[in-house]
Each structure stands twice: as C-alpha cells, then as structure tokens.
C-alpha cells in the first residue's frame, strides 16, 4: 500500500472548519484514500472514504487533488468532541487491511 | 450505522491463564473480522486478518499459538490470548468489515476495544 504523509499534530477552533491534509505521493490507481479517527481510549471510528472524486457525507468532506497525490479530510465545524487522532490511509480495493500510520492529533480549542 | 461490540471492554488477569475476547458485528455480516493490538501512545498494529469458517491469517511476528482467532460465524470472531504473560498487557481492537470490496460501500467498522492487563 501507498504511503502517507500527516502533520503530526495540529490546533483549531472550536465552530471553525479544521482542514487535515494528507500526502499520498505514490498512491495506485486503484487505491483508495480512507479516513479514520480515533479519540483517546475507544476503537477507531470511521469517517469517510474515496478513490477519486470529492465526497461528503454527516461527519466530514473528503477532497482529494486531481493527481490524486493529496487529500484534505474537512470538518465544517469543529466542537470539542473531535478532539481526536486522524487518521489517512491508502488502501488497495481487493485488499480489505488498514495499516494505520501515526496520524495527526487534532485538538480542538474552545 | 453499522455496529461493532467487544466484550469484555476490560479484563484483568493473573500470569499464564488465558483470556478469550469477543467481537461481534451487530447489524451486519462480517465475511471478514481483523484483529489489532495497540500499546500506549503507539498506533494501532494489525495481528491477524479472521475469515469466516478458514485459519485466520497472521501478520509477521505475532505467534499464532499464543493469540488464538476463531470466526465461526458471520457475526463472530474470538480472541484468546494463551499462557498471558504482563507484556500482552495492551489494548486489544477488533474490526469486522461491510459491504462490497472497491465500492463506495466498503468499509471496516471498529469495536470499542478490550484494555488486557496481565498481572
């Protein structure tokens, strides 16, 4: 699976959108771009999923460039219970694991 | 959405006996269970991928005969930490998987997680 590449940690405010970036320079064309996050002490919950088109659904947006070589995962409006490591990872279709990286600890300030 | 449980959330056991953990995909069937161990401030790291009704299959480095993985239905997979000893001591994941693979519907779900603590 293709590498990826997070800030490690960063800092937003609460009710502004938090914008996580993600570098996945040698993705394949057919691996997809996930996006886990995990608050402290509980199982990874799943956030969104895409291969190559934007997608959106109730927790968050999922953007990801034209090569295909970053993502952003969006959190319109962030509160204090997404206070969470995030996780990007790359995963081929026909290959069902998650190889979970270090991720980005966001923390989201009142 | 879809639900994932464990059970127990948190167990304590003495040296050497063994420990079984469960987890079960609530409203969906898992052709398809992962099993991942995560230490303190360490990222989660996959040990074996359980398929339903097969052996499960075990990542590199982590013994087969100590952590034992049953998935005897699409509801199901089992967790048994043989002989533990305090260095199992860890948190214990389990994740099942939904829906069809290279689709906008494939996912993997994750259970809340079971805390080991090997005394």
């Known amino acids: 699976d293709a590498k990826t590449t997070q800030p490690p940690s960063m800092d937003c405010a609460e009710g502004r959108a938090a914008n996580l970036p993600c570098n996945h320079s040698?993705?394949?064309?057919?691996?997809?771009v996930y996006w886990y996050r995990q608050i402290h002490s509980q199982g990874p919950q799943y956030i969104i999923h895409?291969?190559?088109n934007n997608e959106t659904n109730e927790m968050a947006s999922l953007i990801i460039t034209e090569d295909r070589k970053s993502s952003t995962l969006i959190l319109p409006h962030a509160t204090l219970r997404d206070t969470a490591v995030y996780y990007c990872?790359?995963?081929?279709?026909?290959?069902?694991?998650?190889?979970f990286g270090a991720g980005t600890t966001v923390t989201v300030r009142a | 959405g879809a639900v994932v449980s464990q059970h127990p959330s948190w167990v304590i056991c003495k040296s050497g006996t063994s420990v079984k953990i469960e987890c079960r995909s609530l409203?969906?069937?898992?052709?398809?269970m992962f099993w991942y161990r995560q230490f303190p401030k360490q990222s989660l790291m996959l040990m074996a991928t359980?398929?339903?009704?097969?052996?499960?299959?075990?990542e590199q480095g982590v013994e087969k005969d100590k952590f034992l993985i049953n998935h005897a239905s699409l509801t199901l997979s089992t967790l048994t930490v043989t002989s533990a000893h305090p260095e199992d001591s860890s948190f214990y994941i389990c994740?099942?998987?939904?829906?069809?693979?290279?689709?906008?519907?494939?996912?993997?779900?994750f259970g809340p997680g079971t805390r080991l603590t090997v005394l």
């Open positions: 040698t993705i394949s064309g057919n691996e997809y």
């Open positions: 409203d969906f069937q898992a052709t398809t």
């Open positions: 359980s398929n339903e009704g097969s052996k499960a299959t075990y």
């Open positions: 990872i790359v995963r081929v279709g026909w290959d069902y694991k998650l190889s």
């Open positions: 994740s099942a998987h939904s829906g069809l693979a290279g689709t906008s519907t494939d996912t993997q779900y």
């Open positions: 895409g291969l190559k």
